[in-house]
């Protein structure tokens, strides 16, 4: 559709860029975060992923998770709880504290998965989390797929 942005003009190796856009997340009734000063990273066939700086995630709510993984590109990640009140979310954001340098913009900022929350949004747009257990895109109605993540999309 006219106006929207293909995900297979995304570059390949990703890259990391500022963007302006309002992202919003809300869990039971908190708004776990609120930015206007994410990095978004790009990769062929990604939906984006949005990382957020740690100022405009709301204090006490993140709790360091175990284990961790690694990117070609972006280096080791660092895994995050989200806990409100006794409710826990596990493992539902990753951060680089030492990423590589092409994506140095990522350093102490936290992306998440959009899946486990009420409600993510980019510019009032509530997002459909990119599928696949590991993928953590989130998808408006201004990108254009197909997406990777789906059954057979593996090898793309």
């Known amino acids: 559709m006219p106006g929207q942005e ?6 390949r190796p990703a890259i990391a860029q500022p963007s302006g856009a309002h992202v ?3 869990h039971a009734g908190v708004i776990v975060a609120d930015t206007r000063s994410a990095v978004r990273t790009l990769e062929t066939s990604h939906p ?6 740690p100022s405009d995630i709301a204090p006490g709510l993140l709790r360091r998770a175990r284990g961790g993984s690694f ?3 972006k280096g080791d990640a660092t ?18 504290p030492q990423p590589t340098p092409p994506f140095e913009g990522l350093r102490d900022h936290i992306a998440f ?17 990119q ?26």
């Open 6 to 11: 293909s995900v297979w003009a995304y570059p």
């Open 24 to 26: 919003l997340i809300v």
């Open 48 to 53: 984006p992923s949005y990382y957020i700086p």
């Open 71 to 73: 990117c070609e590109w």
């Open 79 to 96: 895994y995050w709880d989200v806990v409100i009140g006794a409710q826990i979310l596990p493992r539902v954001g990753w951060s680089y």
């Open 113 to 129: 998965y959009a899946g486990p929350f009420d409600r993510c949004s980019v510019d009032d747009e509530t997002v459909e989390p």
């Open 131 to 156: 599928v696949g257990g590991f993928y953590g895109g989130w998808i408006t109605s201004r990108l254009a797929g197909p997406f990777k993540g789906g059954p057979g999309t593996l090898t793309w």
